[in-house]
């Protein structure tokens, strides 16, 4: 018997799950049902919804957009600014990779994210060593950082256009083309000599903004293509990677810190003047003898020739913080005792000899000093000295120079000449002391002179960007809890 040929049995074998006919009203089987069906019966449950399907252009947009927002447009400064950025660079790489063997382009827009990490990461290290100091490092980093993040929007571009072209579609909008524009606006105006105002930066930023969210929607359209992705040789944990390269480059960065705020000269042992001329002589013009112990032999033969001289001692206290509670806490902090002595020799000749001494506290993490004298003074030495168990160990004092340098002020511009240098001891060491010698020509019409001397100190080494001690003092970036000021006049009496 045909029973398609009789309605009622064909009417009979419809199911209302298959039957498009089918009132809402007519009994939905259960799926939880015990009756039997037969095994050819088709599940509705089992075949896929393309509405609520995945889509595997999502995840990979959201990194190298957000990646494109940390790297591109980053308000913060200093080492949050450098953290944001490499972060983004991880996110892009990330992102690429699961692009990259799409085509040959979003491949090359993997290795341009890569090579912009390590090239940031490079500066971000370079920043804590003295290497930061050169100019032409600093003018190399951002033309070339600045050519690889063009080189980076016009690759993912190219690669996206070409996804397009190989599922013979067009794409209805082009938001990179803008991209590409507002990327190099800036670029433009700073190599014509224009500097962009804050305004019209915020509104660069809007409209950056506005087109990296009109790139977004670009995954919906994708998603209507048939997938090209291809499964990488290596996976890779996105997050441990990125926890691990963030975790190195702290630890570099701290380790470079250590070293360069360390670096020390070479030391020796330490012999001082032992003539009985010259030290009855510094005797006798009222140097105290612990001063006299800590000159070499040739700077103690230039003070016995004086015929007169003054001492001065002063205490200079590093405060730890900023509360009003200074005098109770004055035993606890780190201080430095100064003794200053003024030699006058029968020829004007004036030697000024500036001793330190800390007290409380150690030098190990790059201390400094900036010294001005009065006329025309010019340096003759300087020594570092500290104590290993018995033996005492002298060495130069490090970066010790004499320079002029012009500042601007209310009253214009001023030229001063300066002593500057830094002061650090090794780990461990004991008695931490050192003095800074020079002289200058005192005159009938200027019998009297006076001396100017800043000195910082910090309690550890973690400083960024690095910088020199004495050219932050110049600055005036220092806080007056990291630095002490100390000020004294000499007046000579009837020269003979």
């Known amino acids: 018997m045909d029973f398609n040929q009789n309605p009622e049995w064909k009417d009979s074998t419809r199911t209302p799950e298959l039957d498009p006919d089918a009132t809402s009203g007519a009994a939905t089987p259960s799926a939880n049902s015990s009756s039997t069906e037969s095994p050819d019966a088709p599940f509705s449950d089992t075949v896929p919804n393309p509405s609520t399907a995945p889509n595997p252009w999502r995840a990979p947009f959201d990194m190298i957009l957000g990646g494109l927002v940390l790297t591109f447009f980053n308000l913060s400064s200093g080492l949050i600014s450098h953290f944001f950025t490499v972060t983004g660079y991880l996110l892009l790489i990330f992102g690429f990779r699961r692009l990259g063997r799409i085509n040959p382009h979003l491949r090359r827009g993997e290795i341009l994210a890569a090579f912009l990490l390590v090239w940031h990461t490079f500066w971000i290290i370079a920043a804590a060593t003295p290497f930061s100091s050169i100019p032409e490092g600093y003018l190399l980093a951002p033309i070339l950082g600045a050519a690889a993040q063009l080189a980076l929007l016009w690759e993912f571009r190219q690669g996206l256009l070409e996804v397009y072209r190989a599922a013979g579609q067009i794409p209805t909008r082009d938001p990179l083309r803008g991209a590409l524009i507002l990327f190099c606006l800036p670029l433009a105006l700073t190599f014509f000599g224009w500097v962009m105002q804050g305004w019209a930066a915020l509104i660069y930023a809007g409209f950056y903004i506005a087109v990296l969210r009109s790139l977004s929607k670009l995954g919906d359209e994708l998603a209507q293509i048939e997938n090209p992705f291809k499964e990488a040789p290596v996976k890779i944990q996105g997050a441990v990677l990125g926890i691990s390269y963030l975790g190195g480059c702290a630890i570099l960065l701290v380790l470079c810190c250590f070293y360069f705020n360390h670096s020390l000269p070479a030391a020796s042992a330490f012999l001082p003047a032992n003539s009985p001329g010259v030290l009855s002589s510094l005797s006798a013009l009222g140097i105290p003898s612990d001063i006299v112990s800590d000159l070499a032999p040739e700077d103690a033969a230039l003070l016995a020739k004086a015929f007169c ?188």
């Not at 200079?316 to 902090?333: E, G, V």
């Not at 029968?346 to 007290?359: A, C, G, I, Q, S």
């Not at 010019?378 to 060495?395: E, F, I, K, P, W």
């Open 309 to 496: 001289a003054k001492v001065e001692k002063e205490t200079l206290i590093f405060y730890d913080d900023n509360t009003s509670s200074r005098r109770s806490k004055k035993d606890d902090s780190p201080q430095l005792q100064t003794t200053t002595i003024f030699a006058l020799c029968p020829d004007h000749t004036l030697y000024v000899l500036e001793h330190f001494r800390l007290e409380q506290g150690n030098a190990y993490w790059q201390d400094g000093f900036s010294l001005r004298g009065g006329n025309d003074f010019s340096l003759r030495s300087g020594l570092l000295l500290y104590d290993n168990g018995q033996a005492s160990y002298g060495m130069p004092v490090p970066r010790l120079k004499q320079e002029g340098f012009t500042s601007s002020s209310w009253m214009g511009e001023i030229y001063t000449e300066t002593i500057t240098g830094a002061v650090n001891y090794p780990l461990g060491a004991e008695n931490q002391r050192g003095y800074i010698l020079y002289q200058e020509l005192l005159s009938g019409e200027r019998p009297y002179t006076d001396l100017s001397m800043y000195f910082a100190h910090f309690t550890n080494p973690f400083r960024f960007p690095y910088e020199n001690t004495e050219d932050r003092i110049r600055s005036g970036e220092l806080t007056s809890d990291r630095q002490r000021q100390l000020f004294l006049n000499f007046e000579s009496p009837a020269l003979p």
